[in-house]
């Protein structure tokens, strides 16, 4: 039997590994948010373009996966080409798409009918070139699964998202499951932002966000706007104007 390495030669591998992927991610594109709140908070002020990233949806949206697929869309809308959305009933209210950015002759519909097949339209999109990203709707994504799309969506430099979307709400605690992803968030419809009195109507929906996981970042949440019809999110009103003092505390260590 081989001798175990002393602690400190572990240690020392440790932060050779942390320094190399640190290095890594600052040289890798990435695609701004447009909120400083946001981006400030992102290795590299935005999301990684060539990597997997999870979006669920909060309390009955871990079900239908409204709000985290419009999340998803208006994060590709930003970006150039088009896009491979694979799913696995057809469901999705495209006209929610058009209004987060991603208008219909802007997305590919690939129709898997379940997760496996889900997993291997997306491993296989991720090596076409040109588009703008691809996404999947999956309840369960293991570690060999994701870390498949992640090894892909760095080859091709191409983002990878993951719609994490349940039968069940029991089942969303899945989502606490480790996988290769580089950020995994949870959307929350909140109230929708009030107009002036004398303005009929509903104002820009809002979302609560919050970031689970990010791959060398901390964790946290936050409350913006929805997307709008070209993907841009925005802080509401009073919150802008805050400072950013009022933020302090609220990022979480993440292990």
């Known amino acids: 039997m081989s001798p175990r390495p002393a602690p400190a030669a572990l240690d020392a591998l440790r932060r050779k590994v942390r320094a190399l992927e640190t290095q890594d991610r600052a040289t890798r ?28 949806g909060g309390a009955e949206e871990a079900l239908y996966g409204a709000a985290a697929a419009r ?4 994060i ?9 959305w694979c799913r696995r009933q057809a469901d999705l209210f495209a006209p929610s798409l058009a209004q987060a950015g991603l208008p219909p002759d802007r997305v590919i519909f690939a129709d898997a009918g379940d997760e496996a097949g889900v997993l291997a339209a997306m491993e296989e999109g991720l090596r076409w070139p040109g ?13 060999t699964a994701s870390r498949r799309l992640q090894l892909a969506a760095e080859r091709s430099g191409q983002m990878a998202i993951a719609v ?9 605690a899945d ?30 929906p ?23 019809a070209k993907g841009h999110l925005r802080l509401p009103a009073p919150l802008a104007h805050r400072s950013a003092g009022a933020d302090a505390g609220q990022g979480r260590a993440v292990a």
Not at 29 to 51: E, I, M, T
Not at 71 to 74: D, E, L, R, S, T
Not at 76 to 84: D, F, K, P, Q
Not at 131 to 143: D, I, Y
């Open 71 to 74: 999340f998803a869309a208006g």
């Open 206 to 228: 809002r979302w609560f966000l919050e970031l689970l996981r990010c791959r060398a970042g901390e964790a946290f949440d936050i409350e913006l706007e929805a997307c709008d």
């Open 29 to 56: 594109a990435v695609l701004p948010f447009g909120v400083s709140a946001l981006d400030k908070r992102l290795p590299g002020g935005g999301l990684s373009l060539g990597a997997l990233h999870e979006v669920a």
């Open 131 to 143: 588009l703008a990203g691809v996404v999947g709707e999956v309840g369960r994504l293991s570690m």
């Open 175 to 204: 989502l606490g499951q480790p996988t290769a992803a580089e950020t995994r968030w949870r959307i929350s419809a909140l109230p929708s932002s009030p107009l002036p009195p004398s303005v009929p109507g509903v104002g820009r």
């Open 164 to 172: 994490r979307r349940w039968r069940r709400v029991a089942d969303a």
């Open 76 to 84: 590709l809308a930003r970006a150039h080409g088009e896009v491979l």
